[in-house]
């Protein structure tokens, strides 16, 4: 009968090795999970239900056994899944080792509820233990990535920031893909190993240009993706609080992103956003280039800016001097600051891959939202007309906010889904005024629950704004529906700002 702890030891195994991995392997992390592994229900229960086997009853031990069989079957739903990368299938076979060498020696219920107890600490054992290993291993993966960068020698577009990195990439790919050879890193690929593995398995030698994304979660990140891939040209979209349990400051942010602006080739140029008050007016003396651009402190700034249903059209200037009209069927003021952004970069590689204002134009035109980067999708139930705006991806403080401008432009119902924006560290408070104004005159807004909304609810409380809880995206768009099952005479416009992954909504 002993053999029913199994159960409970694979579900806790599973839960703790899926929070490393979105933590990126970072040991450091493990300890985040521990009050949440002992104080999880299923856990609590199966350690109470076990005191009661000193009694040595076998009615009472086979009422127990059942009673550990149901509540080990009790589901948990995860947001992503466990991915069985080859790092992982390591990691997992050292664990399984490490779990069954006390059933060699002892095969009873104390070692398996030892073995329950103390599972935590034998994933962050394994992880010690296979960390040389694994950084052989990175290193020579890594290695091998440079050599055949060297010899395809494409031209290295290195693209970072708190935000925007994404979406400028997919950007400047769209736009110089119809008259050059060009590559980027799909996805979010922005690690060093998630860039190796693209470079290793799709870089073939016919390449012009290569747009690489980079991201970091602590400081030296961006520096060992740089001094892997020797970028030509780098561009920083933007300085903000993402990742601030791991960053601590914002200084510690700048620091990190301007690693790029360090580790460009001799001949290396810059890209900057100066409509960023952290970006503003930099420059590194050591590249051949620094381009400022957006806002009047930049070479190119927008201006003249109108939007209607459709289309967002504005003025590109210099130096008060219009130089080119942009229309596009991008929502959001963030993106007019990305389109000027990748008119700096076309203007830093005019020298070596030109392309006319006229093609730039028209490329501008043809781009559509990103999926996940407030796309638009409709929804016809019993008459009943659904707009979402799905801005689901990764939300920091000017996309919140530009999100919401976008949703108050729409005609018809305005409602929000939103866990608001999480990782801000000591940050949290600022993060929450920063962005409590643009949920006013909304017609709805739906939090879902997580420990990072305390400030953000105080704040609504106090501004005697109302909202609803609920505990899962699922429960807020059941909510949002049924609410405005009735309303055939307008759009009922929800806008779904940010996701969790498991290792917020699992703390």
Not at 11 to 32: A, P, R
Not at 147 to 160: A, G, R
Not at 227 to 254: A, E, R, Y
């Amino acid at each position: 009968m002993q053999i029913i702890f199994i159960i409970p030891i694979l579900k806790g195994l599973y839960y703790y090795l899926l929070m490393l991995q979105l933590d990126h392997y970072k040991i450091k992390s493990s300890f985040n999970y521990l009050k949440k592994y002992y104080f999880h229900l299923p856990f609590i229960i199966i350690t109470y239900l076990s005191i009661f086997f000193i009694f040595k009853n076998s009615y009472l031990d086979l009422l127990i056994y059942i009673f550990i069989l149901v509540f080990s079957l009790i589901k948990i739903k995860y947001i992503i899944r466990l991915k069985l990368t080859k790092r992982m299938l390591r990691l997992l076979i050292i664990n399984l080792i490490l779990i069954i060498i006390p059933f060699i020696y002892s095969f009873n219920k104390i070692t398996f509820l030892l073995v329950l107890y103390l599972l935590p600490f034998t994933v962050i054992l394994s992880s010690i233990l296979i960390y040389p290993v694994e950084y052989l291993i990175k290193r020579y993966y890594k290695n091998k990535c440079t050599k055949k960068l060297n010899k395809i020698n494409p031209f290295i577009v290195c693209i970072t920031g708190s935000y925007g990195k994404t979406s400028i990439k997919k950007m400047l790919h769209s736009i110089y893909q119809p008259f050059f050879l060009t590559e980027m890193t799909p996805k979010s690929y922005n690690t060093p190993m998630g860039i190796t593995k693209h470079v290793l398995n799709n870089l073939n030698g016919l390449c012009d240009i290569f747009f690489v994304e980079a991201g970091a979660t602590s400081p030296g990140d961006i520096k060992e993706i740089a001094k892997m891939i020797n970028p030509n040209l780098g561009v920083i979209t933007s300085i903000g609080p993402q990742h601030m349990n791991s960053f601590k400051t914002i200084d510690n942010v700048l620091k990190t992103k301007w690693e790029l602006a360090e580790n460009l080739q001799e001949e290396g140029k810059l890209v900057l956003n100066y409509g960023n008050k952290y970006l503003n007016g930099l420059s590194n003396p050591n590249v051949k280039e620094t381009l400022g651009v957006n806002k009047k402190y930049g070479i190119y700034y927008p201006t003249n800016i109108t939007y209607n249903d459709l289309y967002t059209e504005f003025d590109i200037y210099s130096y008060d001097k219009k130089i080119i009209h942009i229309k596009t069927k991008l929502l959001g003021d963030h993106n007019i600051d990305n389109i000027v952004i990748c008119y700096g970069v076309k203007k830093l590689l005019d020298d070596k891959f030109y392309i006319s204002d006229k093609d730039f134009i028209e490329s501008i035109l043809n781009l559509t939202n990103i999926e996940n980067r407030l796309s638009l999708k409709e929804e016809n139930i019993n008459n009943v007309l659904f707009r979402y705006i799905d801005d689901s991806f990764n939300s920091n403080v000017e996309g919140f906010i530009s999100a919401c401008k976008v949703l108050k432009r729409l005609s018809g119902i305005k409602c929000i889904i939103t866990p608001g924006i999480v990782d801000g560290g000591k940050y949290k408070e600022s993060i929450a005024l920063s962005i409590i104004s643009s949920l006013d005159l909304l017609d709805d807004i739906v939090l879902v629950n997580n420990k990072e909304l305390k400030y953000l609810k105080s704040l609504l409380n106090d501004l005697k704004i109302n909202y609803k809880l609920v505990s899962s995206y699922n429960e807020a768009l059941s909510y949002l529906k049924n609410k405005y099952s009735d309303f055939k005479n307008e759009y009922i416009n929800i806008l779904i700002e940010n996701d969790l992954p498991d290792n917020y909504l699992m703390r």
